[in-house]
């Protein structure tokens, strides 16, 4: 089973910055609609932006704020999160767009808290 493994959370004051990155095993995954996941504290999983090949987009919360890319050579995708605010605060996930069972991986802390 291919697998996700996503990175690059920690703590950050509210405006600050992180990005996040998600790593494939395998390139299978660079010729699919690839989306980031938010697991918010007592909520449902939820997608705050998705890539496909030809363009990207974003939920109202995330647009003007977070950038989501992909480089190929690297089976990555990335998640530039800007201006941070506590409602960002979760688990962040990567999967498929639209997200696919089995595909989940462990997820990284985002934490905004001043």
């Known amino acids: 089973q291919a697998t996700l493994v996503e990175s690059g959370g920690g703590l950050v004051q509210p405006g600050g910055s992180l990005r996040l990155s998600c790593t494939a095993a395998t390139s299978m995954f660079n010729w699919v609609p690839m989306g980031w996941y938010q697991q918010a504290p007592g909520k449902q999983r939820e997608a705050v932006a998705f890539?496909?090949?030809?363009?990207?987009n974003y939920t109202d919360a995330a647009k003007g704020r977070f950038t989501i890319s992909r480089d190929g050579a690297k089976n990555t995708v990335y998640l530039q999160m800007n201006n941070l605010k506590p409602e960002d605060t979760g688990v962040y996930y990567c999967?498929?767009?639209?997200?696919?069972?089995?595909?989940w991986g462990q997820g990284t802390q985002v934490t905004v808290s001043s």
């Open positions: 890539i496909t090949m030809n363009d990207a």
């Open positions: 999967n498929m767009w639209p997200s696919r069972g089995g595909f």
